[in-house]
């Protein structure tokens, strides 16, 4: 008896030194790079974010070194067509946005975010060094064309470029799902304060994606179109390097959170659980359902999460047969799965419709660097003696994003919080619609330029000549300012919604699907304009789009978007209000 006494106190001052422990160091299961856990004070919050945000910046510089103008390279040095250009844009684009899948499966499951941004990020170095060699050494591209005679590029030429723009699309999509989450995983969940940092976190990251777009979008470009293509995709090569480094000098300040193993294992036990169970019956108390006693979840890196009562045949996977019960075998995962694991697939699934309507908009963005460029390229682009480069205009989209973050962040922020009540200001949901309504505007200011345009070349009699007509290139500045404010709401809401109402261990994985909608998005694109060709060049027409855009109707592909855009709108508002939040303990 006298021993028990004497631990009493033993126990109890251990509490109170646990106590003022847990304000020293974080509590959502962060650690440094050597697995011990870590000081708030020393580690993680905007002191890590310096170097996070420098090598966004300078990644996303090289990513648009190649993207804001490669329409461009395709037509004048590869020597395609409109369309082929355009779809091949457009594939890539989808290609770099439907990756990021394999990145966050190893981040989540094996590597963490940190050694798979590492990996993937000399991966993506390797393609910049292979583009610039295929656009520098002379048999590496086609020859320049002889009056209207243009040489096609060898088999040869396109693999060797083709290889190259490839492994830039496997390399920036293996970090992308990576980076904004490992920036999020910087402040602790469990903390206010910081917590409320990490808001802002988002808006700041996506900004600095803008800054090294406006430099790639104005300098780069014009570098590319008067000094060359090697020397316009070399320097994007050179700041990727920068982007490398910038990320290895901060090590050690981050916090890293230790990879839960394969999320799709765990969401393929559910199915098979659930399927072995289909006879038993869902208890009314949910309590009786399976989890295991700890305060913490079995899966490392993860919160318990709360029972809910949508989609109960996937309960029936963690119901506990008489079996189980007899034999106290509780280890088969195959066959009894937790509440939480349970829940990670019901908050995937309850995703899904938001994540849906998220692809006509990025099937909207694409436009940007493609038929907003080809348009472009039909105007007058003269600013004295200086012509402008058709795809610098995307420059005005950037500056939009740059000049509404912080507009965003300190003016409409707190006004908003005054009227909604809530701690950012919008929820996701309302920033996401905002962004869909702004989309549809975007479209049809696009499609009123090319009324104009299209107009003036009937009223000088260009319809026949593949010229450039006489209004300003400037006349589309109002579109892109237009698709720069619904990326501030859309995509800034689509990375906050992915992160926090993902399930702990499926960070990753819930960003890349974000990014997927990115994909199909750009894949949409292509479709519709290869559906578009066929059918109106159907009888020998010239179509909508066709080499000499005079001729065409491209203002009619934009009316088309914008219809698609208000009919995506329509079917989230009725998703959004039917969407229930995650509930963590």
Known sequence: ??????????????????????????????????????????????????????????ERLAYYGIAANLVTYLTKKLHEGNVSAARNVTTWQGTCYITPLIGAVLADAYWGRYWTIATFSTIYFIGMCTLTLSASVPAFKPPECVGSVCPSASPAQYAIFFFGLYLIALGTGGIKPCVSSFGADQFDDTDPKERVKKGSFFNWFYF??????????????????????????????????????????????????????????RMCQVLVAAFHKWNLSVPDDSTLLYETPDKSSAIEGSRKLLHTDELRCLDKAAVVSDNELTTGDYSNAWRLCTVTQVEELKILIRMFPIWATGIVFSAVYAQMSTMFVEQGMVMDTAVGSFKIPAASLSTFDTISVIVWVPVYDKILVPIARRFTGIERGFSELQRMGIGL??????????????????????????????????????????????????????????????????????????????????????????????VVTSITTRGGKPGWIPNNLNGGHLDYFFWLLAALSFFNLVIYVFCAKMYKSKKAS
């Open 1 to 58: 008896m006298g021993s028990q006494t004497d631990e009493i106190p033993l126990l109890e001052d251990g509490g109170l030194l646990e106590d003022e422990n847990s304000g020293l160091y974080t509590r959502d299961g962060s650690v440094d790079i050597k697995g011990n856990p870590v000081l708030k004070s020393e580690t993680g919050n905007w002191r890590a974010c310096p170097f996070i945000l420098g090598n966004e910046c300078c």
């Open 208 to 265: 600095s994606i803008n800054i090294g777009a406006l430099i790639s979008s104005s300098l780069i470009v014009w570098i590319q179109e008067n000094a060359g293509w090697g020397l316009g995709f070399g320097i994007p090569a050179v700041f990727m390097g920068i982007a490398i480094a910038s990320f290895f000098f901060g090590t050690p300040l981050y916090r890293f959170q230790k990879p839960g193993g394969s999320p799709l294992t």
């Open 437 to 530: 309504f702004l989309s549809m505007l975007c479209m049809s200011a696009a499609a009123i330029v090319e009324i104009r345009r299209l107009q003036l070349a009937r009223d000088l009699g260009l319809v026949d000549e593949a010229v450039s007509v006489p209004l300003s290139i400037f006349w589309q500045i109002p579109q892109y300012f237009i698709l720069g404010a619904a990326e501030i709401f859309t995509f800034i809401g689509q990375l906050e919604f992915f992160y926090d109402q993902s399930p702990d261990a499926m960070r990753s994985l819930c960003s890349a699907l974000s990014l997927l909608t990115t994909a199909l998005g750009n894949y949409l694109s292509s479709f519709i304009l290869t």
